[in-house]
Structure formats: C-alpha cells, structure tokens
C-alpha cells in the first residue's frame, strides 16, 4: 500500500497525503505482535504477558472460499472467541479465546481430529510465546 501511494500520490482537501510506516510495523513477519498490539489498543487493561496463552493459530487456510465466520466458528466450539485475526495472503488466522484453557482444549481436539475447510486440512498450533519455560 505504501508503494502505491508513493507511486500514486493522493490530496486530501488540497494536501498531498504522505505515508509511511511506523517504525515497528517496517517488517510484518510477527504477526503476532502486531494481533497483541491491536488488541492492546482496543482494550488498554488487558495483560500482554499471559494473553498469549490464549493464542491459537491456524494455517493452511484455502486462498478462497471461505468467509472468516466459518474460520470463527472454529474456535466458538471450545469458548468465546475474543478477537482474530485472518492472514489471506499468509493462508492463516491467529484466534484469541476467552481461557488458556479454551485455547489447549482447542488445540488438543484439533491435533487429535483435524478440521478441513474444503480440501485443506488445517493445521493447529499454539502461541510459541504461551508455552511455558
């Protein structure tokens, strides 16, 4: 996006718009620093320190045909889901559920009886960072 718009400068209101990244955000390899940053924003109290224990991710995901309802609606069978996040062009999602617990439960039954979204099987992982030392 922001090579576009280098390339194809926008006004607003008679401004030429100027974009960049924010320094943190110069490479997007963690994923899941950035989910734990944007939650964080949405919800100031919340503990960045264990909510990784909540993290599970799911990847292989089909590049299309599926809606993120159905990717949610994986999770809702073992608690709430609290927030998520779809990676298409990575074919992945990360998805925070309410407990730790809810998380293992998760990840135990899907290790265990894997989901398939058309003709990809998922794979399941938890967050590296929730494992304990």
């Given at each position: 996006m922001v090579k576009f718009y280098s390339c194809f400068?926008?006004?607003l209101e008679g401004n030429q718009l100027c974009i960049d990244l924010?320094?943190?955000?110069?490479?997007?390899?963690?994923?899941?620093?950035?989910f734990t940053a944007l939650i964080k924003d949405a919800d100031p109290q919340v503990n960045t320190d264990s909510?990784?224990?909540?993290?599970?991710?799911?990847?292989?995901?089909?590049?299309?045909?599926?809606?993120?309802l159905e990717v949610v609606c994986v999770g809702l069978r073992f608690g709430k889901v609290?927030?998520?996040v779809v990676l298409k062009n990575?074919?992945?999602?990360?998805?925070?559920?309410?407990?730790p617990k809810s998380a293992h439960s998760m990840h135990s039954?899907?290790?265990?009886?894997?989901?398939?979204?058309g003709e990809h099987t998922?794979?399941?992982s938890l967050s590296p960072r929730g494992q304990p030392a």
């Open positions: 400068p926008m006004s924010v320094p943190q955000y110069q490479t997007v390899r963690d994923e899941e620093a950035i909510i990784h224990q909540q993290f599970v991710h799911l990847g292989n995901l089909p590049t299309d045909g599926y809606r993120e609290d927030h998520y990575k074919n992945k999602a990360i998805l925070q559920l309410d407990t039954f899907l290790q265990q009886y894997p989901y398939s979204m998922l794979t399941c």
